[in-house]
């Protein structure tokens, strides 16, 4: 999890509280189970103290310390272990052709995810309802926050979305918020941010000081993750890259432009190279275009086309933002090498020299579900810096 911003509450007993509780969960998530004597070393603070925010938290099933291991003298040690099954974040994607969910505990296991195929003005009654069951089939813990992904541009309030160019999402956060019954506070964030920050704590950017994460749905859409942090820029519209005008300059975008990556390089771009037909996600759509590519020379020759325009964008994102690793998500993972391949000859050639980082191409591992579980994560985010109460 990212440094805190406790600091950044009142100087009241109830911030100061929330603020070492922060501190606590934190180093439970990072460093794992420690005694509360470890705990006040690793935190600074007073065991008397770790000791009570040690109870509040087992008393709201976010901590355990039923295993005891042998102590050097007197009684054994009983090493705290955040199992956060009484505290949940929810996380829900809204894409052009799909709804996700996933709910997620405050120690990083998911509890539920599911994902439905959707289209048109079914979308947002389909993300709803995915939200209500997932809620309702898991009764236990309590949710403190949910978070919607969604691919467009979303204002820093976190709730107004400012631009999706693929479908309407106008009042997202109040419709997620209704249909939950009030139970917690809803935001709204880019899909490829979302997914971006659950490839660094769960997937293949994990450990990964520096990384860009890509979208590979109709849309396209880049995450940036720097020492653990987002970068979202002055206004949070950064990564729009699927606009960035070098794709084929006849191709119609879906804002209504030509010659955008995404036309070039987004899942519907594919489908019409290969010609074949769309199925309900991406993912589907994509395994039957590679396994018709294993027999198919003309399936292959037009992934090699596509790679080599994905090739062509990633260098200039390279040069620009000099990520260690590029995680590929969404409908490029079933694609594979077909598309890895021509993408990595075409980024080594067009970076101009030699001393740069070649960044390592990596595919997703975290499936459609990815921006949901991201979601997830930054919807827990308000507990780990302290301004959720939890206790």
């Not at 189970?33 to 008393?59: C, Q, Y």
């Not at 090493?79 to 969910?101: H, M, Q, W």
């Not at 198919?296 to 062509?312: F, I, K, N, Q, S």
Request: net charge negative; hydrophobic share 45%.
């Amino acid at each position: 999890m990212g440094p805190a911003t406790g600091s950044d509450l009142p100087a009241s007993t109830e911030g100061l509280r929330r603020r070492n509780t922060s501190l606590v969960l934190r180093s439970l998530r990072q460093q794992g189970p420690a005694t509360r004597a470890e705990l006040a070393k690793r935190t600074g603070l007073a065991k008397a103290t770790v000791g009570v925010i040690v109870g509040g938290l087992a008393d709201v099933a976010a901590v355990d310390e039923s295993d005891s291991v042998p102590g050097g003298r007197g009684r054994p040690g009983r090493p705290v272990t955040l199992t956060g099954g009484g505290l949940l974040g929810l996380g829900l994607e809204l894409n052009v052709d799909y709804v996700s969910a996933v709910l997620l505990d405050l120690g990083g296991r998911v509890r539920l995810s599911e994902t439905r195929p959707a289209s048109d003005a079914a979308r947002v009654p389909a993300l709803l309802d995915l939200a209500r069951d997932v809620v309702r089939r898991e009764p236990a813990g309590r949710i403190v926050g949910a978070m919607v992904a969604v691919p467009g541009l979303v204002r820093g309030d976190d709730r107004s979305v400012a631009w999706t160019p693929n479908l309407d999402a106008t009042g997202l956060a109040s419709d997620v918020e209704a249909a939950l019954g009030g139970r917690c506070p809803v935001s709204v964030g880019n899909d490829a941010n979302c997914a971006a920050y659950a490839e660094s704590h769960h997937g293949a950017a994990t450990g990964v000081a520096h990384a860009l994460y890509l979208t590979g749905t109709v849309g396209i859409g880049a995450g940036i993750v720097s020492d653990g942090r987002l970068q979202r820029g002055s206004t949070g519209f950064a990564g729009e890259v699927g606009h960035m005008p070098i794709g084929d300059s006849t191709a119609v975008c879906g804002c209504g432009r030509r010659g955008c990556w995404e036309a070039s390089v987004g899942l519907h771009a594919m489908l019409a190279a290969v010609g074949m037909p769309e199925l309900d996600t991406p993912v589907r759509s994509a395994e039957a275009v590679a396994a018709r590519a294993a027999d198919d020379p003309g399936v292959r020759h037009a992934l090699t086309r596509l790679g080599e325009d994905l090739g062509l964008g990633l260098a200039i994102l390279a040069n620009v933002l000099d990520p260690e690793v590029v995680v590929l998500g969404g409908y490029f993972v079933p694609l594979g090498e077909h598309v890895l391949a021509p993408a990595r000859r075409s980024l080594d050639e067009r970076l101009p020299s030699a001393a740069q980082r070649r960044p390592d191409l990596r595919l997703s591992t975290l499936g459609m579900e990815a921006a949901a579980l991201g979601a997830a994560e930054l919807a827990l985010e308000g507990v780990f810096a302290g301004d959720v109460p939890v206790t």
